[in-house]
């Protein structure tokens, strides 16, 4: 006896399910291709830290870049800190809806710089810091090309001590 072949009526369903579920996958991936390339709407709520703001720090006198400053932005109750590289600049995201932020920057040996700045600029914000009046205790140890200091904490003692013993004559030849 030999086997029947199935008529076309029988195979009508699968091929009716093959095409379906074919569509299914392709407009699945038609829709998430299209959710990932939407260009986000300026009024979605969710939409957040696509504003870039960058700042250079720089002396107000020699207009030398200022590294390992401490940047602080604040906007609204969001704060940010940062440190500026080795050329002065800093770089944070923001809100796309935000209009002005507080910068702080903070580093040794230069006054400390505290605005609101708009963000209504494009390009770097320049910034230039005043340096502080020296002193002993703000003012940068020279180095060596080696790396090493050309004064050492005992020697600065040592030389003041010197110096206060000139004044007041040696020690040994005064009296109580």
């Known amino acids: 006896m030999a086997a029947k072949k199935?008529?076309?009526?029988?195979?009508?369903?699968?091929?009716?399910?093959?095409?379906?579920?074919?569509a299914l996958i392709i407009a699945t991936l038609i829709g998430i291709i299209w959710s990932h390339n939407k260009?986000?709407?300026?009024?979605?709520?969710?939409?957040?830290?696509?504003?870039?703001?960058t700042?250079?720090?720089?002396?107000?006198?020699?207009?030398?870049?200022?590294?390992?400053?401490?940047?602080?932005?604040e906007e609204d109750q969001n704060v940010q800190i940062q440190v500026t590289d080795q050329h002065g600049y800093f770089n944070v995201s923001l809100k796309q809806d935000a209009k002005a932020v507080r910068v702080r920057l903070e580093v040794d040996g230069y006054e400390k710089f505290d605005r609101i700045v708009s963000l209504t600029r494009t390009g770097i914000e320049p910034i230039q810091l005043k340096p502080t009046s020296l002193s002993l205790k703000s003012?940068?140890?020279?180095?060596?090309?080696?790396?090493?200091?050309?004064?050492?904490?005992?020697?600065?003692?040592?030389?003041?001590?010197?110096?206060?013993?000139?004044?007041?004559?040696?020690g040994e030849n005064r009296k109580p």
Not at 10 to 19: E, G, H, S
Not at 142 to 160: I, W
């Open 39 to 53: 260009s986000p709407s300026p009024k979605d709520p969710d939409l957040k830290g696509d504003v870039s703001y």
């Open 6 to 22: 199935p008529s076309s009526a029988n195979r009508t369903p699968i091929w009716v399910a093959l095409i379906g579920a074919a």
């Open 55 to 73: 700042g250079r720090v720089t002396d107000v006198h020699t207009e030398g870049p200022i590294r390992n400053a401490s940047v602080t932005i």
């Open 139 to 170: 003012s940068p140890t020279p180095f060596t090309d080696a790396g090493h200091s050309k004064s050492s904490p005992t020697n600065k003692q040592r030389k003041l001590d010197e110096a206060i013993n000139r004044l007041h004559g040696s």
